[in-house]
Every structure is written in structure tokens, then in C-alpha cells.
């Protein structure tokens, strides 16, 4: 079954940098868009952060341009998300997904903190 494992969120100072990764197993994943999501406290949904396809260039939210960068290794099954100058409204639970017809799948999620 298809089972994706969120690592690297912690606590971290504004203007600081963490990478998180995503280890994806039970799929050939390689063919899939994979995508990291994060859930804001207090809110109820989970917005797109970023998305790396198998076809074009990673897609990125506005509010996260030009600070973080998706990356994947396909022999090891792992996407990537390096997020730098952190802003404490980047606080969240990120979670990993990928769409896989007809289900899509996410992590269980990794807390992420900006904080001073």
C-alpha cells in the first residue's frame, strides 16, 4: 500500500531554514506529481505549497516564491522541500501527498515552527 513518511520540521527562528523530506513507498512515484500541503492553526484546510510534476517546472504558491524549492530523488523514492527565511506565518503542519487515481494520499505531517 502506498505509504508516504514526513521527516524535518521542528522549531525554528525567523529567517532560519529547514528542509523537510518525504519518503514514499508501495507506488511507482516517479510518474506522479508529488506535493507538499500545509495546515495553518485554526484553520480546517490544507493549502498547496508546492508541487514538482514528472512533465514541467514546480509549481509554488505565491506566498512561498522565491523562499522555498521542491526537489525529488526518484531512486530514492523522496521528495524534498528546502524552505528558507522562514516567517513565523509559515508555522504549520506540512504534510506530503500524491494523487494517485482515484485516491489521494498524504502523510501523517510534521509540525513546522517559526518562532523567536
Known amino acids: 500500500q502506498v505509504q508516504l513518511v514526513e521527516s524535518g520540521g521542528g522549531l525554528v527562528q525567523p529567517g532560519g531554514s529547514l528542509r523537510l523530506s518525504c519518503a514514499a513507498s508501495g507506488g511507482p512515484f516517479s510518474l506522479y506529481d508529488m506535493a507538499w500541503y500545509r495546515q495553518a492553526p485554526g484553520k480546517q484546510q490544507r493549502d498547496m505549497v508546492a508541487?514538482?510534476?514528472?512533465?514541467?517546472?514546480?509549481n509554488y504558491a505565491d506566498s512561498v516564491k522565491g523562499r522555498f524549492t521542491i526537489s525529488r530523488d526518484n531512486a530514492k523514492n523522496t521528495v524534498y522541500l528546502q524552505m528558507n527565511s522562514l516567517k513565523p506565518e509559515d508555522t504549520a503542519v506540512y504534510y506530503c501527498?500524491?494523487?494517485?487515481?482515484?485516491?489521494?494520499?498524504w502523510g501523517q505531517g510534521t509540525q513546522v515552527t517559526v518562532s523567536s
Open positions: 501527498s500524491v494523487y494517485m487515481w482515484p485516491n489521494r494520499y
Open positions: 508541487a514538482v510534476t514528472s512533465r514541467s517546472s514546480p
